[in-house]
Nanobody, 127 residues
Framework: QVQLVDSGGGSVQAGGSLRLSCAASGYTYSGYCMRWFRQAPGKEREGVASIDGYGRTSYADSVKGRFTISQDNAKNTRYLQMNGLQPEDTAMYYC?????????????????????WGQGTQVTVSQ
């Protein structure tokens, strides 16, 4: 059974850093899209960073240059390093994957195409 576990959120001051983790089990993430989404109160869930099955990363303009995806294959875990955090980054963050059995190499903007979701981890950035 495919499972994703989010962790690493917390409260920081503006300019601070956090590293989110997405631990995958039930499948090996290599070769499949994984994406981080975030949702702030009253707003739609939006994609912020992704890594496709070819290892290509992509970042939303709002986080480009501040957020970076990395991975530890031995732990089947990917990370989202977030630097230079700002109050507008405050949100619940979720990792999601287009995992087997209907998995895909490519990522998508459509939330419904992601069949595995972490439980989310809260990030709060204060002035």
């Amino acid at each position: 059974q495919v499972q994703l576990v989010d962790s690493g959120g917390g409260s920081v001051q503006a300019g601070g850093s956090l590293r989110l983790s997405c631990a995958a089990s039930g499948y090996t993430y290599s070769g499949y899209c994984m994406r981080w989404f975030r949702q702030a109160p009253g707003k739609e869930r939006e994609g912020v960073a992704s890594i496709d099955g070819y290892g290509r990363t992509s970042y939303a303009d709002s986080v480009k240059g501040r957020f970076t995806i990395s991975q530890d294959n031995a732990k089947n875990t990917r990370y989202l390093q977030m630097n230079g955090l700002q109050p507008e980054d405050t949100a619940m963050y979720y990792c999601a994957a287009r995992a087997p059995p209907v998995g895909s190499v490519l990522c998508s903007d459509d939330l419904w195409r992601y069949n595995a979701w972490g439980q989310g981890t809260q990030v709060t950035v204060s002035q």
